[in-house]
Nanobody, 128 residues
Framework: QVQVAESGGGLVQAGGSLRLSCVGS????????MGWFRQAPGKEREFVAA????????YYADSVKGRFTISKGTAKNTMYLQMNSLKPDDTAVYYC?????????????????????WGQGTQVTVSS
């Protein structure tokens, strides 16, 4: 049974950068499709970014495209979300998600119901 855990959140001023990390344990996550989701206070959890098991395909929400970059680390059990040009609207709890499958359609990557393994979340706060 794989588990994932996020880190790297914090408080940053608008325009700043943060890098979130997701580390897997129990089994390697290097072959899993994985994603980042976020939930702001009073709002539903929403898709942020996702990456295919081999890292060859990436997907982004329109709101973060061009500012955020998702990647898998050289260490097999890591994934990152580099967040640049942060805005106050990016304030949320960010969650790492994974699914043990080789069969994700493009629509699966952006759907939170497609994932079955979730971290506890890491808080990102962007001040204006």
């Amino acid at each position: 049974q794989v588990q994932v855990a996020e880190s790297g959140g914090g408080l940053v001023q608008a325009g700043g950068s943060l890098r979130l990390s997701c580390v897997g344990s129990g089994r390697t996550i290097s072959t899993y499709p994985m994603g980042w989701f976020r939930q702001a206070p009073g709002k539903e959890r929403e898709f942020v970014a996702a990456i295919s098991w081999a890292g060859g395909s990436t997907y982004y929400a329109d709101s973060v495209k061009g500012r955020f970059t998702i990647s898998k680390g050289t260490a097999k059990n890591t994934m990152y979300l580099q967040m640049n040009s942060l805005k106050p609207d990016d304030t949320a709890v960010y969650y790492c998600a994974a699914k043990n499958t080789a069969y994700f359609t493009p629509s699966d990557f952006v759907n939170e119901r497609s994932y079955d393994t979730w971290g506890q979340g890491t808080q990102v706060t962007v001040s204006s």
